[in-house]
């Protein structure tokens, strides 16, 4: 996918550089503060994101729509409170050691691109290509569509109070959530990371002011509903109310997506994990605990945004603020997978296995333009889509099928290549757990759900055709590879882009 034709090849390092500093001459004072390259500079993501951005990237990732709208997922296969606060405690702690693992990964395997980067160098191109085509044409893009319509349901909610918002009034706030987004990340970085940590912090305040109401609530002795009763006893049951839980703590890995722009990764790549992942659990297990002193099980049950409902039933007049505090905790959560998702094209494009404009960075912004643009793009394509729900549950079990993958790589590397340098080293019992639970995660509901399974896989299969024709074939035509150079040469003068300079290993 990353064409070498003779007559058509993409403009390198030095000469778009000598071209950026001939039109845009001397920079900041008579540019009006705009930033240009210098002679010396070297086109290439830099580290800008310090400890605190890294944390706000990986709790506004995963606090996004989950927590205020669906606890009723855990419920409802769990049967009762006592069970469904079990599941959100389990999915943390596992959750955590998951992280744990991809700490040791991370600071081995510096590379942008994350599980995807680990799977490449340890079970080669093939495995990698279908983590990758699972991830960047699906899951990611229905993710981002997905929570930008949460985010535009909750931001008109206070306009249509008594009936749901028109279909097209919110479908067309969604996509000019996305594309803002798209346009703040192709910008600067730091654009990116201040929106990230600005919305993280409104999303956790919204929390802390449900706790406090919960902690009040518990100070009157509203327990009643913290029991067993009817606890489910159908074991698969179980095993997929982890689904809904596990959904919840999605993102934990994001931060891995974008190491190469983590200032000093091996000192704060595994601390951002560990602040980030304990105060999410410890925010969701709290959050739960409030909505369950107020709302009983069938009250939690029927209602699809418990948070709303919580907030109707204790804070009367004051009760729009939830919505509000729910609209910009999503967008937070959308500019935080399109961050992580335009890197994982990236790394993509710099493996060869993405069209190679995606692995090309604007010669102003130093950002990765092309490939934040086809995220958005894919993400506003998806909501053309009103099943988008039903297509994210038939590859779900792909996504702990693909992270399980990556953590087995750390122990395969440990006997592949112990002579690897490795600043953080996780004892062999932690990854060991994270696989085989991983395979109970995935094989009981395929067992409880075969259709929706087997439409998944059928999915992931069609990643298969696209390695062997657009990646393993590299004899490809003349006149194809003299098309595909001539097209990526057009979307490099157009963007102004350049590809990164060559690592030497």
């Keep these: 996918m990353s064409p070498k034709a003779e007559a058509y090849t993409s403009v390198p390092q030095k000469d778009a550089e000598t071209i950026a500093i001939m039109d845009m001459g001397e920079p900041d004072k008579e540019n009006n503060g705009e930033k240009t390259v210098a002679p010396n500079d070297t086109i290439e993501l830099k580290p800008k994101m310090t400890l605190l951005n890294g944390v706000t990237v990986i709790v506004g990732s995963i606090i996004g729509s989950g927590i205020f709208v669906s606890p009723s997922g855990v419920l409802m296969n769990t049967g009762s409170v ?58 990611r893009p229905c993710t981002v569509a997905i929570v ?40 600067d970085v730091s654009w990116a990371t201040a929106v ?55 993102g934990w890995n994001y931060l891995n997506f974008v190491i190469e722009e983590l200032q000093d990764p091996v000192r704060n790549l595994p601390r951002a994990i560990a602040i980030s992942i304990i105060l999410v659990t410890v925010v969701y297990v709290l959050t739960n605990v409030a909505f369950y ?22 804070y009367g007049p004051m009760a729009f603020l939830i919505p509000v505090f729910v609209a910009m905790s999503t967008f937070g959560g959308v500019n935080g ?49 009103s099943d988008i729900f039903s297509l994210i549950n038939y590859v779900g079990f792909a996504t702990w099928v693909s992270i399980g993958l990556a953590v087995f790589c750390l122990p395969y590397l440990r ?52 390695y062997y024709i657009f990646v393993a074939w590299k004899d490809k035509p003349a006149f194809v590879k003299k098309m595909l150079a001539s097209m990526t040469l057009v979307l490099q003068k157009l963007i102004v882009v350049v590809p990164p300079p060559k690592k030497t290993k």
């Design 196 to 250: 990230q940590d600005i919305f993280t912090y409104a999303k956790l305040l919204a929390l802390f002011i449900i706790i406090a109401t919960g902690i009040v609530q518990l100070g009157r002795g509203k327990t009643e509903n913290f029991n067993w009763d009817d606890t489910e006893s159908d074991f698969t049951r179980i095993a997929l109310s982890f689904y809904s839980g596990l959904f919840a703590y999605n």
């Design 82 to 139: 006592n069970m469904a606060l079990v599941v959100w405690i389990t999915s943390g702690i596992f959750s955590m050691i998951g992280a744990y693992c991809y700490a040791e990964l991370g600071c081995m395997i510096k590379k942008t691109g994350a599980d995807y980067a680990y799977i490449m160098v340890a079970l080669g191109d093939f495995l990698a290509f279908i983590r990758l085509w699972v991830e960047c044409m699906i899951i």
């Design 293 to 314: 002193t107020t709302l009983s099980v069938p009250e939690v049950l029927g209602s699809e945004a418990v948070a709303v409902t919580f907030a109707k039933v204790l």
């Design 415 to 466: 006997w592949k290549h112990p002579e690897w340098d490795r600043p953080i080293k996780v004892h062999l019992f932690f990854p060991i757990i994270y696989v085989i639970a991983s395979i109970f995660i995935t094989i009981v509901p395929m067992i409880a759900s075969p259709v929706e399974t087997g439409i998944g896989t059928v999915i992931i299969l069609t990643g298969i055709p696209v």
């Design 148 to 187: 930008a319509l949460t985010f535009s349901i909750y931001a008109v909610k206070y306009f249509f109070p008594e009936c749901d918002p028109p279909d097209e009034a919110v479908r067309i706030l969604a996509a000019s959530c996305i594309c803002i987004l798209a346009f703040v990340n192709c910008w």
């Design 337 to 385: 997978i399109l961050l992580t998702s335009s890197r994982l094209f990236y790394a993509g494009a710099c493996e060869g296995q993405m069209p190679e404009i995606l692995s090309m960075i604007q010669v102003n912004k130093m950002t990765p333009a092309p490939a934040v643009i086809i995220s958005a793009f894919l993400s506003l394509c998806y909501l053309c889509s």
